[in-house]
């Protein structure tokens, strides 16, 4: 499903963000990626959905090579990885609703279509009741949930949620990780970039570590170790 193969990326002589870096996540998995500020995350990240291109290396996407992506191939990539942020990026001025349906307008979705995924996918995050609510009315657990929703309206073969509960209480943040686990259920990969170790070790699922933009550990059943 997903494999880096010897991924460096070079910001200039002195700052490397990732050096070398070898990694392949099965289709289905549920993967943890962890480590301290400035490891690398952020970048692999940013590598995966083509914000960025890796110096040298090859990346994998579904035997897609995406080392050399055309500009014009990136929102197609982008509709195979659904990406959830630490800030949930909502229109203000839109409802949980409008929010979700937006993701599929500006691909152009038909409206029918419309109609019937943006209540599936709010029912799958738990808010098929608040469809008419606007950002402002929603705590930020729900705000979460709605972005997770926008996530999933493509039904991505990959969902990489970087940070997803940096923002929220221990509440919340476990509900997002039941919903990341039933999204996993479906047979969505999961990659999950995070620095909460609480979330990590009670998931006890695999567990790839980095350290100066290198894999240092890579566990399954693993727990955060620095």
């Known amino acids: 499903m997903i494999t880096l193969k010897s991924v460096v990326k070079k910001y200039s002589s002195d700052s490397i963000g990732l ?3 070898d990694l392949h996540v099965e289709s289905g998995e549920f993967v943890s990626i962890v480590g301290q500020s400035g490891t690398g995350k952020t970048t692999m990240v940013k590598l995966l959905i083509a914000e960025e291109k ?6 994998e996407i579904g035997g897609w090579d995406i080392t050399k992506i055309a500009r014009a191939d990136v929102p197609l990539l982008r509709r195979q990885i659904g990406v959830i942020f630490q800030d ?5 001025k839109k409802t949980v609703s409008e929010n979700v349906a937006f993701a599929l307008e500006v691909a152009g979705e038909k409206r029918n279509r419309i109609k019937q995924v943006v209540p599936r996918v709010l029912d799958i ?3 098929s009741h608040k469809i008419d609510r606007y950002p402002h009315q929603l705590s930020g657990g729900e705000q979460q949930r709605v972005a997770m929703a926008r996530s999933l309206v493509h039904r991505p073969k990959i969902l990489l949620a970087d940070e997803p509960t940096g923002n929220l209480d221990s509440i919340n943040t476990q509900e997002i990780i039941d919903i990341l686990k039933k999204i996993n259920e479906f047979g969505t990969t999961i990659i999950l970039v995070t620095h909460n170790r609480e979330v990590v070790n009670q998931l006890k699922r695999r567990v790839v570590t980095l350290h100066d933009g290198r894999v240092i550990s890579d566990e399954d059943n693993g727990k955060y170790r620095l």
Do not use: E, H, Q, Y
């Open 19 to 21: 050096n070398g870096i």
């Open 54 to 59: 890796a110096t040298s290396g090859i990346i």
């Open 88 to 92: 949930f990026k909502l229109l203000p």
């Open 125 to 127: 995050v738990g808010l």
